[in-house]
């Protein structure tokens, strides 16, 4: 496509506000971001790098809301922040050399497991149970960043989910593992950004429209969610990792 018209326009701001407004809680924009990308005609590699331009944008401003806010392990997640970013661009390079589809049975197993856990564990994330960092944490917490950067350059789906359940699981509430996931999260996207602007992959009149109501939607959701609290993040969590499933599993049998 050449340009983006007003009606585009208005499909990219209402899916943008919506998808960042559940990003910046618990991931999963990019169930509403990215069809609404090929909904206005842009290929699929356009419209994932253009995705990743306006999400960049996106978890930035909930970044910075959940930092402002306290709930941000910065010692923890700041060192680990450069190698999202090149593990996350190393996955956007690779997925250009070879298919990616493959992972999908086994994304879609590990976001049921983490569904599962959290509904059977009522309590897990509503109080805080992490204790001074030790070197395990900062072991594991350095494997999440590699891992899910990279997964989340190469496929992506779940990545938030996925980010959150390991914070959960090292001991952080559902707002300190939001913050922290946003953080490892804008690291991936940035990298997997450098490497789809390099491939001449981004359509930036699209990725600022959506990229703007994006930063709005993120805005208000992360401090939604900071107000309300960890009960507030819990049923979205469930919800939004429900939704992915329901996608992988339609994309897994063509549904549609």
């Excluded at 049923?235 to 329901?246: D, E, H, K, M, S």
Aim: positive net charge.
């Amino acid at each position: 496509m050449e340009h983006v018209t007003w009606a585009h326009m208005v499909v990219l701001a209402v899916a943008g506000y919506v998808a960042a407004f559940i990003d910046s809680t618990v991931g999963g924009g990019g169930l509403i971001s990215l069809p609404a990308l090929l909904f206005i005609g842009l290929p699929p590699s356009a419209a994932l790098g253009t995705n990743k331009f306006a999400g960049t944008m996106s978890a930035i401003t909930s970044f910075t809301s959940y930092l402002m806010s306290g709930k941000v392990r910065l010692k923890l997640v700041g060192p680990l922040f450069p190698l999202g970013v090149l593990a996350s661009a190393l996955g956007a390079f690779i997925v250009h050399q070879l298919p990616s589809a493959f992972l999908r049975p086994f994304v879609l197993v590990m976001l049921v497991i983490v569904a599962t856990y959290t509904l059977w564990k009522k309590d897990l994330g509503l109080v805080e149970s992490i204790r001074p960092l030790t070197r395990k944490t900062f072991v594991l917490t350095t494997l999440l960043a590699i891992g899910l950067g990279f997964y989340d350059g190469f496929f992506g789906p779940g990545t938030g989910s996925f980010l959150v359940m390991g914070f959960l699981l090292l001991g952080f509430d559902f707002l300190s593992a939001s913050g922290n996931a946003r953080t490892l999260n804008l690291a991936s996207n940035a990298g997997a950004l450098v490497t789809f602007i390099a491939v001449g992959a981004v359509q930036y009149e699209a990725g600022l429209v959506l990229g703007m109501a994006m930063v709005l939607g993120a805005l208000t959701g992360s401090r939604f969610a900071i107000r309300k609290g960890a009960r507030y993040v819990r049923p979205i969590f469930i919800g939004v990792t429900c939704l992915v499933i329901a996608q992988q599993v339609a994309q897994l049998f063509h549904i549609g």
